[in-house]
């Protein structure tokens, strides 16, 4: 687990330029460091810098940037490598690999000898998280690749024939000549969605590579393709169903038992995040079951009864007899933690569960390096109240459709009869885009947001829906989930939350095995009659008793709106004043300033008016927080 950072350049970038990017993410990895530069062809230099969080194989032998063996044949110290994460089934790829001269333990040095035996198509075979940078010497090839759901990060900029890429954006800014011209385009999409998807950034010329790509560089050339589809996958899967319900769980559960072993095997402390629900509960019922020793779990308690679910978490560990820590978090030690965010959130990024998310894994990281987690379960196995609602929404679009129609007349247009209905039928009337049917919502929201910024944009939503070629509404919005939402926003926030205290988060639902499983079960394996995440739960009851997990859900939401109308009100009324504004040339002066000063008098309207504001109002505070931190 580490940072890695860049350049194929024709620039000169020193190597103390190269050991200043690569140290803006010490936190990633604060046991080893290295940076090299290498001569290319026709005028170009190839820089690779890692930052190393040690988890496998502790010692000199798993440095990097790493390169093949001297001794290898035509391979010899022709391939170089900075690798970001780790590749659960490098022991077996190492059987398949024998003939090549291990020198190591580490997961990095299969890849180099699976490059070498494969080509790039080596990649199909890894099965982990990771984010690789490899040069190969011999074709003057640089392979940029992130692992399939995009667990872990890579962003690159390009400048003309250079290329600078990272695992975050500090490297890129602190590279000689970055621009650093922020998209105005993205911004309303932000505000809507609190995260930036890949392949966008906050950056003119930088981008994110998606899940499941590959970017070859070559002479000044860039193709990128994907090697693992969200959709493509999930259809060919489909091809292949499983059709008895017992043998599909008894499946599963082998799978993600072995998902979870893979995931224990590490030189450093190993932990699990517990909350209680049935996802971090099964994953750590599976992880006792594989340790001889009580594994140590983790959870956040607040004060406020409400939201507090450490109870749980803590009658859960009690049952499988873990090492269980807790820690009970006032308010104002959430709101500490707001003035960090812009330094390990490097990209406006206002998912205001990062808060939670930052404390449990400091916890975690005061007694384990590598901890669990259940991330994945929700977008796989049909877990959010969201697909509840699209359930009801799907049979009600007929007659929204009818509904929308009678609105369109010029009669009831002109007597302005839609603004009269209940906002949830608006929602329903207005939702006519067919690539944006599960993505339904009040028409308030994406309009406010669209008219902070100031210039066209792209939507707030995402209209791909067509290319999953799905008709239930449900399973369409898991996929789109999968691809924006998974990777964009509760990934990022997780690998930002634990990288800030070197923690690495590791994931067994989102093994490669377990997620393409999960393709070829029938829908009604994962939600029927109204019931979410029913074959995950089933196997959840195997190891915990049924009445200690079905609950309700309390959820946990950060008072935002106490908090904008209370202890950040003066920076928010600084940073909403239409002198700054102006000044700043990004925003919608008179509509912002105006829009800011009646929410801080009247609040947060709540989502059932469809005016839940102060959502957008703390994106558009999270965003100056991060212009202030990175561009004054």
Sequence with gaps: MCGICGFV????????????????????????SGEEIYPGEDGYRIGFAQRRLSIMDLSAL????????????????????????????????????????????????????AYLKWGISCMERLNGMFAIALYDKRTQEIFLVRDRIGKKPLSYWLDGENLVFASELKPLMACPGFPGEIRKDVLARFLYQQYINAPDSIFRDVYKLQPGEILRFHKGEIKTWKYWDIADVYHKMQKNPVTDYEEAKKELKRLLQKAVASRMIADVPLGSFLSGGY??????AIAQENSPEPVKTFSIGFEEEQYNEAVYARQVAAYLGTDHTEAYIDEKGMFDLVESIPAYYDEPFADSSQIPTMLVSALARKQVTVALSGDGGDEFFCGYQMYDRLARVQKLDGLGGMVHGILDLPGIRRAKLEER????????????????KTQICPPAYPDTARAFVSGAGMDCRYPRESAYREKDWQIRRMLLDMDTYLPGDILCKVDRASMKYSLEARCPILDKEVM?????LPHSFKYK???KKRI???????????????????????????WLRGPLQNSLTDYSSKEFLVKQGIFHADYVS???????????????????????????????????CYMR
Excluded at 516 to 520: G, I, W
Excluded at 541 to 551: A, N, T
Aim: aromatic share 12%; glycine share 8%; charged share 30%.
């Design 421 to 436: 209905l209940p906002v949830k039928v608006r929602s329903i009337a207005g939702n006519r885009n067919p690539e944006m």
């Design 516 to 520: 393409e499983y999960s393709f070829r």
């Design 279 to 284: 996802d971090s509960s099964l994953m750590t």
């Design 62 to 113: 798993g440095h990097q940037p790493m390169h093949s063996e001297a001794s290898f044949g035509a391979g010899r110290d022709q391939i170089c490598i900075v690798f970001n994460g780790e590749i659960y089934n490098f022991k077996e790829l190492k059987k398949e690999l024998s003939d090549y001269p291990f020198k190591s333990n580490c997961d990095t040095e299969v890849i180099i000898a």
């Design 594 to 628: 105006r829009f800011i000063d009646s929410y801080l008098q009247q609040g947060d309207r709540g989502p059932g008016s469809g005016e839940n504001y102060s959502r957008i109002v703390w994106a558009f505070f999270i965003f100056q927080q991060w212009y202030a």
């Design 9 to 32: 350049s024709r620039r000169e970038i020193a190597d103390t330029t190269l050991k200043i990017m690569n140290d803006t993410m010490y936190h990633r990895g604060p046991d080893d």
């Design 536 to 562: 995950l739960k089933s196997i959840a009851y195997d190891y915990i008793p049924r009445e200690m997990l079905d609950r309700k859900k309390k959820g946990f939401s950060v008072p935002l709106d106490k």
């Design 529 to 531: 009659n109204g019931e």
